[in-house]
């Protein structure tokens, strides 16, 4: 369903905002007008992330105002698309209508990692338009996000979605561009190599897809849980391996003639998958740090060192991964709905938020749509008129 035309956007919006810790609620909100470079997003469904709640509960990443997001009249969420409603000044790169998919960051675009493209690195992180203007925004951590009728984007964070693709594998598209960024700007991922994914969790599952329509061989995922790792399969993984019933590590140096994986990527952030992960890299190989441990772990930075083996984490999906992402997907290259289990109103978020922290009912990637909470205001405002 298209936007109203621009004319008719509301003064105010349904949001949700972060009060106390894991205290969430539904209020009215005024609707953001778009600045220069930005759009007004009339969103249509966004994605929980395993972020969203870790800011829900402990605040960061998220940094508002220089410090914590909690009763600061803030909207978390950031894994979402929708349809243009309205353009700021000057923009003429989208039209209102257009369905769009959006990344989180848009960096300042003057500081030192933002002129490399590192822009999910940006040294003004945190210092959000109006209070410090540096231009930076991260919407849903910096900036008002998606849990929200409305949310303005800059334009370098949006894409078109093809009328072919739905609003749910739409919102998947910022996952799957974080695990092109791991394995390809950061990580150099080259066809015929080998890639370990740890961890059968949304980025997890996407990087074994990633990895074998770039042509990875073999794919191995590891994980303890039967039905992601059977989903594994079906995204590409040549082979799974369950870490309860067998040593990870002598498996993988058995599947690689004793040489070990070319790539791995971490995606559980433990410091047993830490030290699996260093253990089962080849020499000269390189290790993806996809999730991050909640405390400080002990590993062997020995073996990192005399082994030349390359360890480096990710932030976000920089540069053009999502972009690319998105073009693997429109192309059918794999299948993301495949991760999507549970779609709810927006109405009901904190029941999204409860099945995606506790899995519920094997809940992998959980969807909020606002389909029925823009036909309520819709017919609202006719029955005004």
């Known amino acids: 369903m298209n936007a ?9 919006m349904k949001a949700w905002v972060l009060g106390d810790p894991d205290d969430i609620k539904l209020v009215d909100k005024g609707v953001p007008v778009p600045g220069k470079a930005e759009a007004l997003v009339r969103i ?5 992330c395993a972020t969203d709640l870790e800011i829900l509960t402990y605040g960061t990443p998220a940094l508002i105002e220089g410090g914590p997001p909690f009763n600061k009249n803030f909207t978390p969420g950031h894994e ?42 940006c040294h003004n992180y945190g210092k959000n ?27 370098n964070t949006m894409i078109k979605v093809p009328d072919t693709m739905s609003d749910e594998e739409a919102t998947l598209v910022v996952t799957a561009g974080t695990s092109m ?27 074994v897809a990633v990895a074998k329509s770039l042509g990875a061989s073999p794919v ?11 989903i594994g399969l079906e995204l590409g993984a040549d082979i799974t391996i369950d870490a309860r019933n067998e040593d990870v590590v002598a498996r993988i140096m058995d599947l690689t003639g004793g040489k070990g994986a070319d790539y791995v990527v971490d995606c559980a952030g433990s410091e047993t998958t830490v030290n699996q992960a260093v253990h089962m890299t080849n020499r000269g190989g390189k290790i993806c740090l996809a999730a991050f441990p909640k405390k400080p772990v002990e590993f062997d930075l020995g073996y990192l060192a005399v082994n030349n083996i390359y360890l480096y984490g990710i932030r976000g999906e920089g540069r053009s991964a999502t972009h690319r992402a998105m073009a693997f997907m429109a192309e059918k290259r794999f299948d993301a ?4 289990t549970h779609t709810f109103p927006m109405e009901d978020l904190p029941t999204a938020l409860k099945y995606a922290r506790e899995r519920i009912d094997d809940a992998i990637k959980v ?16 029955g005004a008129v």
């Open 44 to 48: 249509d469904a966004v994605a929980i």
């Open 220 to 230: 191995v995922l590891v994980g303890t849980r039967e039905n992601r790792n059977r």
């Open 367 to 382: 969807v909020v749509s606002m389909k029925d909470s823009h036909a309520a205001a819709d017919a609202a405002s006719e």
């Open 80 to 121: 979402y698309m929708g349809t243009i409603a309205a353009l700021g000044p000057g923009v003429d790169e989208f039209s209102v209508g257009d369905r769009v998919t959006v990344e989180i960051h848009a960096g300042c675009g003057q500081c030192k990692r933002c002129r490399m493209g590192m822009y999910t690195s």
């Open 337 to 340: 709905t495949k991760i999507h």
């Open 4 to 12: 109203p035309p621009e004319t008719t956007v509301p003064s105010m």
């Open 129 to 155: 338009y109006g209070d410090q203007d540096k231009g930076h925004r991260a919407n849903g951590f910096t900036t008002n996000g998606g849990f929200a009728q409305y949310a303005v984007n800059n334009i």
């Open 181 to 207: 960024y791991g394995l390809t700007e950061l990580g150099g991922l080259v066809a015929g190599e080998s890639v370990v994914v740890i961890g059968p969790g949304p980025i997890g599952l996407l990087a």
